[in-house]
């Protein structure tokens, strides 16, 4: 399922979830995990506390994606995947796409305008 959310709704989403991760690339297989404070400044997503891995991660491949963990088993993660940059201590991010997801209930098949067979909703990012 996609619900077209406004970018404005975005940021509340996003000030309503406590706990988020950074995920970085390296040179190796996987993906580098760390948890982050969130502040938001206007169109941007500000990172602060990432630490010495995901900075050296950022200046090599600007490619990140930002994760917020449920509230309940139920609930929804949000997922916003975007172009990140350092500036002085913060990373930066530019969001290029965000989406609510969870498992679905049943195994289904993949919605045709998504491919998501789980229960997502896309949230549109001006940019």
């Known amino acids: 399922m996609s619900i077209r959310v406004a970018p ?6 996003i000030r309503d979830l406590p706990i988020a991760y950074l995920l970085t690339s390296g040179a190796g297989p996987r993906p580098h995990v760390g948890r982050v404070q969130i ?15 995901s900075r050296v991660h950022v200046a090599a491949d600007a490619a ?4 917020w963990p449920p509230l309940a088993p139920e609930g929804y993660s949000l997922i916003v995947d975007g172009t990140a940059g350092l500036h002085d201590e ?14 679905a209930a049943a195994p289904a ?5 998504t491919g998501c067979a789980a229960d997502c909703m896309e949230l549109p990012v001006d940019g």
């Open 109 to 113: 098949a993949p919605e045709p305008e």
């Open 39 to 53: 502040a938001l400044s206007q169109d941007r997503i500000a990172v602060s506390g990432a630490g010495a891995t």
């Open 64 to 67: 990140v994606t930002l994760l």
């Open 90 to 103: 913060l990373v930066v991010v530019q969001p290029e796409r965000a989406v609510l997801h969870r498992p």
């Open 8 to 13: 404005e709704q975005l940021a509340a989403t």
